[in-house]
């Protein structure tokens, strides 16, 4: 796992740019601990930092090809799981191989085979690739978009870079929040549009896109999609398919030169991740497989029930250890550092996130690094499989908006009247889901449920997922940490996107194909847990501190949010620990105090990034 960065200017001698390239590479330092380099020419400007995983001597980067008639240069950020396969074709051509880093295959396969080796590709990765020959840049991204990449086109330059604080690094490029980006950050943030940033004119790539930048400008296109077919397999041959995708999918991510771990929660989906993994190392004779859990001072005494935190943890997560070849470590987060890392976490994102959601993440990577450097997650199981309450409640499902995000009139009276007058959340966010639910091919052979859940499952992968996705490479990456999420490889979502609602749901249950199919090597306390989600803390000192944290900053009438946001409702959802927002901000994790430690997240953002506004 990397960062990258990078320009492209036709228009003058980039050979002199080198301390631009230097600042936006420093940018991006916690991305890539190891090691760094850079590869500059007239035209082109690369800069790479990198944290190794694989291949220590062989994969350094910038990597470059040289031949005859010019030279390719790459630089990468991700993990190329196929690797095996695209070697034995490189072979097949008599390709020579100087090492066995991924990094290498990819940029002699692509210059091999061209870009149609892209549809080939499993893992989660962001590279560009120049073509000295053509003058070319190439640009591609995975295809759910697990590795981040951003871009911008300002005075003849192309910059792009892994996180756009790198591209505000360059002199060129200027911070604006327009309407456009208010009704992002406020009607829809945390998530976002794909394709877009809260920025004015700063764009990402789309996840399963790639894009050719040369003389004539700028081209994108798209990949791969989800595709809609007809599947007649029974519930004995879906089995049998998913145990074969899902197993395949967890081996080829264990694959790694430094300290390996998976997150166990004790829940269904870390406990998959968990046994696969487990068994893989007993049955190749390797040392126990190390897990990691997260947990938060006096939980256990102050632990709230609610429909999307049911339960906590720790007894499940002792079920686990007790059937796996594992060797589990617990890490404990106290209230003081959540709320501290409320600003780390800003940094991390580039933008305001999910408050202690993103600060405990990070925590926990920071914490595991000091003994491993990868870990396998079981996020994207429940967008995968159908795992969210709102698959099932009938409001949520009537709500013809996002139903993780369902207060949108408190939403719009959170902007101060200037604001207020000018931007219309609503009408935006209804653009924004009309505009998704167009892209969703429904089948005619479809039954009514399995029509109505392709809708709420397209919505859950590309804008709450995404929203996970984001939060996990970059809360990990801040710490030098790699986090791989299995539950995403595309030929497992591909088949299951076509299983009928009917079996996916299984006995009525959320995930209920994916229990049923793990029944017979997960005790039955496992399967039958009901969705728990990430654990957050629920213990009242936090909901203090971030009280006082919040309150510190209303206390200066000069503070920076009140420039966007409605100052008296700020003061109400302190005085009344955030219940005077009476819905959760996003999903059902972030409610009064994680608003209030949101909003803090708002003016700190504010103040360091200090981006021109302009409505």
């Known amino acids: 796992m990397c960062g990258l960065v990078g320009f492209v200017n036709y228009e003058k001698d980039n050979s002199n740019e080198k301390d631009t390239l230097i600042l936006m590479n420093n940018t991006i330092t916690k991305r890539g601990p190891d090691e760094l380099g850079y590869y500059i020419n007239s035209h082109v400007a690369f800069g790479h ?12 980067q910038p990597m470059i090809a040289k031949y005859s008639y010019g030279e390719y240069a790459i630089v990468y950020n ?8 695209l070697r034995k074709k490189l072979n097949d051509e008599n390709v020579t191989l100087d090492s066995y ?15 149609d080796i892209i549809k080939t590709l499993n893992g989660i990765f962001a590279f560009a690739i120049w073509d000295s020959r053509k003058e070319e840049l190439f640009i591609c991204r995975d295809h759910f978009g697990v590795k981040p990449f951003f871009y911008t086109q300002v005075n003849n330059n192309f910059i792009f870079g892994s996180e756009i604080k790198a591209l505000f690094a360059h002199p060129q490029v200027e911070k604006i929040l327009d309407g456009q980006g208010i009704s992002e950050l406020f009607g829809i943030g945390p998530a976002h549009t794909l394709g877009t940033t809260i920025f004015k004119n700063i764009y990402e790539l789309k996840p399963a896109h790639f894009g050719i930048y040369n003389r004539s400008g700028l081209h994108i296109e798209r990949y791969w999609k989800l595709e809609s077919k007809e599947q007649n397999d029974n519930l004995p041959q879906t089995c049998e398919h998913l145990k074969f995708l899902l197993n395949d999918a967890i081996t080829k991510q264990l694959v790694s030169d430094v300290p390996l771990c998976t997150f166990l929660s004790g829940g269904l989906d870390s406990s998959i991740i968990s046994k696969f993994a487990s068994d893989y190392c007993k049955n190749n004779n390797l040392a126990p497989l190390q897990t990691y859990s997260i947990d938060y001072v006096d939980n256990d005494k102050n632990f709230v029930k609610s429909d999307f935190q049911p339960n906590s943890d720790n007894y499940y997560i002792n079920l686990m250890n007790n059937v796996l070849y594992n060797t589990h470590h617990n890490i404990v ?3 003081p550092e959540l709320a501290t890392y409320l600003e780390d976490a800003v940094i991390a994102r580039d ?10 993440l990070l925590l926990f990577c920071k914490n595991a690094k000091n003994e491993m450097t990868v870990a396998l997650t079981g996020e994207c199981a429940d967008e995968i499989f159908g795992g969210y309450p709102w698959f099932f409640r009938e409001d949520a499902l009537n709500s013809n908006t996002f139903p993780w995000s369902i207060a949108i009139t408190e939403r719009q009276n959170l902007l101060n009247t200037s ?33 109505e859940k392709r809708k709420i499952s397209y919505l859950t992968l590309y804008w709450f997922m995404q929203t996970l996705l984001d939060r996990s490479d970059r809360m990990a990456m801040y710490s030098g940490f790699e986090l791989r999420v299995p539950f995403c490889d595309y030929r497992l979502a591909q088949y299951v996107w076509n299983i009928p609602w009917e079996m996916k749901a299984l006995n009525g249950r959320e995930k209920g194909l994916l229990r049923y199919v793990c029944r017979d090597f997960l005790p039955d306390e496992i399967i039958d847990r009901k969705k728990s989600p990430y654990p957050k803390t629920h213990n009242p000192t936090y909901t203090k ?22 100052r008296q409702y700020i003061l109400d959802i302190i005085n009344t620990d955030g219940k005077a927002f009476s819905r959760p901000w996003f999903g059902q994790l972030m409610t009064g105090p994680q608003l209030m430690a949101y909003l803090y997240q708002v003016n700190y953002w504010l103040e360091k990034y200090n981006p021109k506004i302009e409505i």
């Open 101 to 115: 880093s991924d990094t290498e295959i990819l940029l002699k396969s692509f210059i091999t085979f061209g870009k």
């Open 78 to 85: 991700g993990q190329i799981y196929n690797t095996d396969e």
């Open 419 to 451: 604001i207020s007058s000018k931007v219309n959340l609503k009408e935006y966010i209804d653009f924004r889901y009309k505009e998704s639910l167009n892209e969703v091919e429904i089948l005619d052979t479809d039954s009514p449920q399995t029509a």
């Open 351 to 360: 933008i305001p996130g999910m408050a202690d959601i993103d600060s405990s």
């Open 49 to 60: 930092r990198r944290l190794i995983v694989r291949d220590p001597k062989g994969g350094k």
């Open 545 to 566: 501190k971030v009280k006082e944290m919040l309150t510190s900053v209303m206390d200066n009438k000069n503070a920076p949010i009140n420039n966007l946001l409605n």
């Open 333 to 335: 987060i106290d209230t």
